[in-house]
Structures are given as structure tokens and as C-alpha cells.
């Protein structure tokens, strides 16, 4: 009996409930439409949010647990987890609302459709939480492979064939790089593959270690990989332009958000011996997402490619957080990838509509188009102007703090790069807003002349407003009411005992530096 309790303790379970909650789901979408058929079809959204929100009230219930360490080590359930597995989780449940309808219209297999995507939600689930590097490894590849099948669902479209099989190859290249770093990292520790064990040897092994330092440069291509910063960002354009929209959407936010919680935990636990070196390239790394993402996004034409170099040059700016290294730093970037849920989930809900109604991607065909619709003018245009930063919107809030936490860390030159950058950013924001809302009738696009009158009663369509709503009312109050948010993204980082002590590692190594430069 104290056997079977102690082995119970330490697996610690219940620290996976809301896992366990979305494989039920999964189950439940699998079986259901496998015996109801067409007839269980049209409840299949629904249950799978259902069960995605219950699987986030699980991810409350879990907020400060006393013991957060399940599976013998190989799995952390403290807040911080908590905070990153709910962005995941709430990404997928708002691109859901956004999907029914565009998959429908597709005439492609909408429980197939949801249950890959909660496939992908329980890899980015646990990547989020995973303290061991076997547990690392697969829950990003069952991330990375939904993906790949997300991407190129829509069988009949070339575009979609063909940015799947970029993905496929570039995310399969960057999946070795990563696991070669990995494996590094588990002969240097001499065979050791909790995180916590092997940031131990490694911090007590004396002198620089050459294959430390490669195992760094393989991991972050990796990870830069999956948050898609320069010069690892090639695949991100031409994914999302011929992807289904909705697999974009949760790509942008879910599958991001993912990434970063897996830079928090391996680079600031396994790479504390080199937290200058990895500091250094992700100030690299920073400046090259900012640069490139906003000026290339200026020539775009395409709805979508834009958006998908505002992602390259967004990951820019939240990597400000991570190279600060201080509380407000790592809360800053909790706190920026929560309104970034909305804001950026809202702008592709606006897209999906509008392509569902005209069938363009052109940023020209929205000349004019609140003529027509002054719902999706209104969404597009709150969502578009958040990330661009405009007060006192959600985004505005999320960079002030990301900046001043870069500027408290003495990081004033990359700060300075970003608020250029950033208002770069408003220039093809504002023109897609000043398109839709300044242009007059005469100069409305022919698209837009031919805009054909919504029907809100068509299967799916009900979604997609609540998804339009919901994120245009958070995107608008959040900014407002950003001190409730950053509270709590501050008190996920002040209980996290790993991020805590990277802190205190952070000051250490300032002082000795200005010690050093003082004599």
C-alpha cells in the first residue's frame, strides 16, 4: 500500500488533467462522428470547445499547486506552465469558432479537420510543460506533424499541397538540427535527461565546453524555427499563404506561444553556464525579426503574407522579454502573448470572412469595404491598429511593457530598434485601415462593388461572429484593463522557481561585469 502511494505521488497525475480532459475530447469528436455521421456534424464545434474550456477551468483549478513535478520529473505543472498551456489551449478553441464555416465550404471533413488540430493542441500542451528531453522531443514533433497535416488539408488546392510540403521539409530539417543539440546535450551530461539533472552537470563541469556550445546553436535553430525569427523564418510566408486560414491562425498564436514557453525552459534551466552566449544571439536573432519583418511587410500585397511578416517581426519584440532576463521581462512576454491570442486571432477571423465572401486575399480588394460591412471593418481595423500598438488598445500596453523591461535590463539600444521598428509597423497597418474606412465610394474595389449580402443563418456563420465579437471586445477592453492580466502573468513568473533563479544567475553575472569594468 506505501508503495503503490509513493509511486502515485510521484506521478502526480493530476497535474495533466486538462490533457487528459482534451484527449477525451478527442475521443468523443473521433467516436461521434465515426457512429453519428452527418448528424452529429453540427455539434461537433461545440463539444470540442466545450471541452477545451473545461480543459482551461482544469489549468485554474491546477493555479499554485504545492507539488508541481509529475511523471518522476518529466513533466512541471507550476503557473508559468499553467499560463502558456491556456494560451494553447484557449488559441485552439477561438480558431475553432473560425474554422466551421471555411471547412465546411471546403467540402472537406470537419472532424477530421478538429481532430488533427486537438492533436496539435496536446503537443503544444505538453511542450509547454515538459522537463525532460525524450517528453521535449515528442510532444514537438506530435506538434510539428499535426501541423504538416493541418497545412496541407486541403487536398484539391495546390497552394495548399505546396506549402505543406515546404513545411514539411524545412520543419523536418530544423527537427533534426534540434534533436543532434539535444543529443549533445545528453552525452555531456553523461546520460542524464531531466532538465533540471543536466543543467546540474553541466554548472558543475569546470572550463568551455566546445560541444555545450554547438548543442546551443542547434537547440535555438530549433526553437527559432518554431517561434519563426530571422533567418529561420523562410518557411513562414508561403505557409501561410497557402494554408487553410484557420491552421495560419492557430500557428500565428498556439503553436508560437509553444515555442516559447520551450525557449523559457530549456535555455534558462540547461543553458544557464552560457546565458551570455544564448543572450547574444537571441539579441541577434531580435533585431533581424524586427527589421526584416516590418520593412518586408511594407511591399506585400497579400493579406496574409503580411500578416505573416507582422508574426516574424511580433516574435521579435517578445524576444525583448526573454533577453532581459528579469521579472518583468519574462512577465512582459507572458502578458504580450495573451492579448496577442485576441488581437491577432480577431485580424484572421476578419480574413476568413472576407475571403469566404469574395474569395480574394488582395489588400487592395478591401478599398472601400465599409460601405458594405461595418462589422468586419470595425474588427479588422481594432485588431490591425492593437498590433501596431495604437493607444490605448491591448497592444499599445503589451509594448510598453515589454520595452521597459528591456530598457530596466540596459538593453536601450535594442529598445531603441524596436520603437523605430514598431512604428515602421503602423505605416502598412494604417494602410489596409485607411483602405477600408477613407477610400471613397467611387474608388471601392470591384471585389468590394460586388460584396454579396451576409447570411448569418448559414451553417458555421454563428462562430465565426462570436469569434469576430469576442475578439474585437477583448482586444478593446484589455488594454483598459491590462492591470488584471499582468498580475497574473506576474505572479506565473514570481512563483516559477526556475525563472526566479535565472534572475538571481542574471544579476550575479551583471555585477561581476560591472565589477570588472570598474577596476
Request: glycine share 8%; net charge neutral; proline share 3%.
Amino acid at each position: 500500500m506505501d508503495f503503490s502511494s509513493n509511486i502515485a505521488s510521484q506521478l502526480n497525475a493530476g497535474l495533466i488533467w486538462p490533457e487528459g480532459i482534451v484527449v477525451i475530447t478527442l475521443l468523443v469528436i473521433l467516436v461521434g462522428d465515426l457512429i453519428g455521421g452527418r448528424s452529429f456534424s453540427r455539434y461537433l464545434p461545440y463539444v470540442t470547445i466545450a471541452g477545451l474550456l473545461i480543459s482551461v477551468i482544469a489549468l485554474v483549478i491546477n493555479w499554485n499547486s504545492l507539488d508541481p513535478v509529475a511523471f518522476l520529473g518529466a513533466f512541471t505543472g507550476d503557473n508559468l506552465s499553467i499560463i502558456f498551456r491556456a494560451i494553447v489551449a484557449l488559441s485552439t478553441a477561438v480558431t475553432i469558432l473560425m474554422s466551421v464555416r471555411y471547412v465546411e465550404q471546403t467540402g472537406t471533413s470537419l472532424a477530421e479537420f478538429i481532430a488533427i488540430m486537438l492533436t496539435a493542441t496536446l503537443g503544444g500542451m505538453f511542450l509547454s510543460g515538459a522537463s525532460e528531453l525524450v517528453m521535449v522531443f515528442i510532444s514537438l514533433e506530435m506538434l510539428s506533424i499535426s501541423s504538416y497535416l493541418m497545412t496541407g488539408y486541403m487536398k484539391r488546392d495546390p497552394r495548399s499541397n505546396e506549402a505543406a510540403l515546404k513545411y514539411l521539409l524545412i520543419g523536418a530539417s530544423s527537427s533534426a538540427i534540434f534533436l543532434y543539440g539535444v543529443s549533445l546535450l545528453y552525452g555531456l551530461s553523461g546520460g542524464e535527461t531531466n532538465l533540471n539533472a543536466i543543467a546540474a552537470e553541466l554548472n558543475n563541469s569546470t572550463g568551455e565546453s566546445l560541444g555545450l556550445a554547438i548543442a546551443l546553436v542547434f537547440v535555438i535553430a530549433g526553437i527559432a524555427f518554431k517561434i519563426s525569427a530571422v533567418p529561420f523564418h523562410q518557411w513562414t510566408p508561403d505557409v501561410y499563404e497557402g494554408s487553410p486560414t484557420p491552421v495560419v491562425a492557430f500557428l500565428s498564436v498556439g503553436s508560437k506561444a509553444a515555442g516559447f514557453a520551450l525557449a523559457i525552459r530549456l535555455l534558462v534551466s540547461v543553458f544557464s553556464a552560457v546565458s551570455v552566449e544564448w543572450h547574444f544571439i537571441f539579441t541577434a536573432l531580435a533585431i533581424l525579426s524586427m527589421v526584416l519583418g516590418n520593412v518586408v511587410a511594407l511591399a506585400q500585397t497579400s493579406m496574409k503574407r503580411m500578416l505573416a511578416y507582422s508574426s516574424i517581426a511580433q516574435a521579435g519584440f517578445v524576444m525583448i522579454g526573454l533577453i532581459a532576463g528579469n521579472t518583468a521581462g519574462y512577465s512582459s512576454m507572458v502578458f504580450y502573448l495573451l492579448i496577442y491570442l485576441f488581437m491577432n486571432l480577431g485580424a484572421f477571423a476578419g480574413v476568413i470572412l472576407f475571403s469566404l465572401r469574395t474569395g480574394s486575399d488582395k489588400i487592395s480588394d478591401y478599398s472601400g469595404l465599409y460601405q458594405k460591412d461595418p462589422l468586419l471593418t470595425l474588427v479588422l481595423s481594432i485588431c490591425l491598429l492593437s498590433l501596431g500598438g495604437i493607444p490605448p488598445l491591448a497592444g499599445f500596453f503589451g509594448k510598453i511593457y515589454l520595452f521597459w523591461a528591456g530598457w530596466q535590463a540596459g538593453l536601450y539600444g535594442l529598445v531603441l530598434l524596436a520603437l523605430v521598428t514598431s512604428v515602421i509597423s503602423l505605416y502598412y497597418y494604417i494602410r489596409v485601415v485607411k483602405m477600408m474606412v477613407v477610400k471613397e465610394p467611387q474608388e471601392m474595389s470591384e471585389v468590394v462593388q460586388n460584396y454579396p449580402e451576409i447570411n448569418w443563418t448559414l451553417p458555421g456563420m454563428r462562430p465565426l461572429q462570436v469569434g469576430l465579437v469576442l475578439s474585437l471586445v477583448i482586444t478593446s477592453l484589455a488594454g483598459i484593463l491590462s492591470n488584471p492580466l499582468f498580475t497574473l502573468a506576474n505572479n506565473s513568473v514570481s512563483s516559477s522557481e526556475l525563472l526566479q533563479s535565472s534572475i538571481i544567475l542574471n544579476e550575479q553575472v551583471s555585477l561581476r561585469n560591472i565589477d570588472g569594468a570598474n577596476r
